[in-house]
């Protein structure tokens, strides 16, 4: 159980266009699925929370109009790279927290490697 | 603001020999601390998760940590490593605000080399 899936798991696209990942809970509700972004070599950085019905939570220095997020529903969250540039290449992972509150536990995607050429 | 601190980038170890990863928090409430294993170019795999009680966890492929709170640590041990266990590790701290899940901190990753 607890399956969490991404698509696509790699993407390469020109400057300019714009992507968009999905993150599926495919087993469980996820009221709220959270976006990280991993850099070569590097940890991973916390970018938005968002809770399903409602709008995303940025963290500080993550641009809104950049990277568009949208929780439509209790299994289903995109994130949009808007115009993307080679420095918007990264590994993006989503996770998912489930309905369940009685414990704090989130379940990772494989994440999606992005290459902005 | 929360932080954790990794101390090792890359630790080399030898195969059958024992394993301590260190993992330093800071975290204005009761934390809940987590370790996540990734491979290359994989996504994160959950090792353990210290939510409460017992401040010693088990959890998969042999693997133990411990929580400490009057040193902020967590960290890692195993004691007889595999080739396999290769990889970059990650600790993490986070808490739940209302009930529900917030977002993680991550540090920054071990490298774990195996050597034959």
């Known amino acids: 159980g607890a399956v969490v899936s991404q698509h696509p798991s790699r993407v390469i696209c020109k400057s300019g266009t714009s992507v968009k990942i999905e993150c599926r809970s495919l087993d469980f509700q996820a009221t709220t699925m959270f976006w990280y972004r991993q850099f070569p070599k590097k940890s991973l950085m916390l970018m938005a929370t968002s809770n399903e019905g409602s709008k995303a939570t940025y963290e500080q220095g993550v641009e809104k109009d950049k990277f568009l997020i949208n929780h439509a529903s209790l299994t289903l969250s995109t994130l949009t790279v808007t115009s993307a540039h080679p420095e918007d290449s990264s590994f993006y992972i989503c996770?998912?927290?489930?309905?369940?509150?009685?414990?704090?536990?989130?379940?990772f995607g494989p994440g999606t490697r992005l290459t902005v050429l | 603001a929360q932080s954790v601190t990794q101390p090792d980038i890359h630790i080399t170890v030898s195969e059958g020999a024992s394993l301590e990863l260190r993992c330093n928090y800071s975290?204005?409430?009761?934390?809940?601390l987590f370790w996540y294993v990734q491979s290359p170019g994989q996504g994160l795999q959950l090792l353990l998760k210290?939510?409460?009680?017992?401040?010693l966890v088990q959890g998969i492929k042999g693997f133990e940590a411990e929580f400490k709170r009057s040193q902020s640590s967590f960290n890692l041990r195993k004691p007889s490593v595999h080739w396999s266990d290769a990889a970059e590790y990650f600790c993490?701290?986070?808490?739940?605000?209302?009930?529900?899940?917030?977002?993680?901190?991550f540090g920054k990753g071990t490298h774990l080399i195996i050597q034959p």
């Open positions: 996770s998912a927290s489930p309905f369940d509150i009685s414990y704090n536990e989130q379940f």
């Open positions: 210290y939510f409460s009680g017992d401040t």
């Open positions: 975290y204005g409430a009761t934390p809940y």
């Open positions: 993490a701290v986070g808490g739940a605000s209302g009930g529900g899940a917030d977002g993680l901190t």
